[in-house]
């Protein structure tokens, strides 16, 4: 079990959250750029100390405050992924991979699985920005740490490359029994990896959820346009806001699904395979995604079981009555 | 006439001229102000005569201050990195109280006319001082003896070699040796298996540094230790009792003798640096 209950100072404010992930358990801190992800993984792993709390991992205390006791890094056995890959200039990749190796024969199998078998003796300085996050993500693993703390482990893959650390991040975890941190400000990526997303913003942590309950039912509304509701439409008599993600639409009208709404089309344009619309609902401007482009300039559609929120940001319902 | 179109066509070329003037012009200046800058050393070698050269050199006891050299600049090296490198790591890490205090003061030691140096050492470490009467009880003297002129050697050059090796230090990335860390790597196997392979190419480069100036060091030396001699006492006792021309051949001998590591040093440091930064 890692646990982490701590308060770091940064120059822009106060870093505070209170974590526990269990053995094999992968957890994702999920938020905007600056939130303060980067600094709770960086003071697991010992480089930042802590003005408050504690740390601890599998029972042994790794940082506490009170009095001021802190294991120092390379004794901490944390596998952090920055966000720099820092590969050793002077060094090889094979080099590289074998730097904290416990077990060397590992380290060729883990090269070939995430698709670096072939650049071994290669210079680091060759290297793309992807195949250098993968030789960081295998030098990290052939290290044996006793949990991994990944910092936007996802960053410059292309797709096929995202699956395959997935799978290698997975399995060690669960191989391993890791306790398992994964920084992500993109939710799909935070939800490809994770069974529980922790939502930090501005150094706080907001809500901790299933990835899937995350999205359907945010805590505040700061919570809710974090995880991709793009317009709060006010209710009628005030005070409350009916939050609409783009994504989760029907056009037309489902009473068994939401409320209904009806506002004037906007503007139209395609994204992806689908097609995003602004639709004015008494003047507020709400996005939606669908899958083909609707005929005539008056749009009825039905958010999915909409959240709303009160005046204070405080979720009311998970499902709101049409207006 | 021509359409501005038809001169925008013929500017091109006439550009093209120009560049080419302008390039060959720069290369020209550099290498006019090089042979003005290296002129002493073209003299040098215009100067000289092969016969000149074997005559002085085969003098009995010709050698002995070039051996002498050789020795006492090894183990100015051998202080210099023993003693230097800590005091430039820790400088260049910050890790000293008033870091910016010590580092003036290795500053000062590098603006101290060299001759000024060796009178402090005779106020710092003749017979009459504490440290004198220290050194004398375990039978040494930092007076017209080998010792003299190591210490004098070492505090010409200790300045090159300390600075230079801070800023290698400095230059080291932090990031790297906290990944170090990360991976598991106690302080002092970051040191050997990171910070100094990094650092190399610079430590290479502060060395040739403080190689040359030892080997060349004459104004502490002609103030501490006068005997035993070395190269540049050589040249300067040999003009006042022979004359300049005699005097000459030892010059290139110092020239030969104490190019080469400087040189080695040097190639090494830019293939490293370019390995390090591709």
Known sequence: ?323 | MRSPAEAALGAPARRERLDHLQATAGALAAIVVWVVLVGPILTLLGELSPAAIGRALSAPGALTPLVVSLESGALTLAVLVGLGTPLAFLLARGRLPFARVLETGVLALLLLPPLVIGLLLVFMLGPATPAGHALARVHLSATNTFLALVVAQVYESAPYYVLGAQAAFRAADRRLEEQAALLGDPPWRVLARVTLPLAAPGLAAALAFAWARAMGAFGAVVIVAYHPFGLPLQIWTTLQETGLASALPFALVLLVVALPLPIAAYAYSARARGRLHR
């Open chain 1, 1 to 323: 079990m890692l646990e982490a209950d701590f308060t770091v100072e940064r120059r822009d404010f106060a870093v505070s959250v209170a974590l526990r992930v269990a053995p094999g358990e992968r957890l994702a801190l999920f938020g905007p750029s600056g939130a303060g992800k980067t600094t709770v993984l960086e003071t697991i792993a010992g480089l930042v100390h802590p003005r408050r709390g504690r740390v601890s991992l599998g029972g042994r205390l790794l940082a506490t405050t009170e009095p001021a006791r802190s294991v120092p890094t390379w004794r901490r056995r944390i596998g952090l992924l920055r966000h720099d890959p820092a590969l050793f200039p002077h060094l090889s990749v094979a080099a590289n991979l074998a730097y904290g190796a416990a077990d060397r024969s590992s380290v060729a199998a883990l090269a070939s699985r995430l698709r670096i078998g072939e650049l071994l003796a290669a210079s680091p300085l060759a290297l793309s920005a992807g195949q250098r996050r993968r030789v960081a993500l295998a030098r990290l693993l052939a290290a044996a740490p006793a949990a991994l703390a990944l910092d936007e482990p996802y960053d410059g893959l292309d797709e096929e490359a995202k699956r395959v650390v997935s799978e290698v991040i997975l399995e060690a975890a669960a191989e391993r029994q890791l306790p398992t941190l994964v920084a992500a400000h993109d939710l799909a990526e935070a939800q490809f990896v994770a069974d529980r997303v922790a939502v930090i913003d501005r150094g706080q942590v907001l809500q901790v959820d299933e990835p899937a309950a995350l999205v359907r039912a945010p805590a505040t509304r700061r919570v809710a346009a974090l995880v991709g509701y793009r317009s709060f439409a006010p209710l009628a008599g005030g005070g409350c806001f009916l939050a609409v993600h783009p994504d989760l639409v029907l056009l037309g009208h489902h009473p068994e699904r939401g409320p209904t709404l009806i506002g004037e089309l906007r503007s139209l344009r395609p994204s992806g395979a689908r097609f995003e619309l602004a639709v004015a609902v008494h003047g507020t401007a709400v996005t939606l995604r669908v899958d083909e482009p609707p005929a005539g300039n008056e749009i009825r559609f039905t958010p999915i079981a909409p959240p709303v929120y009160g005046e204070d940001g405080r979720l009311l319902a998970s499902e709101a009555v049409p207006s």
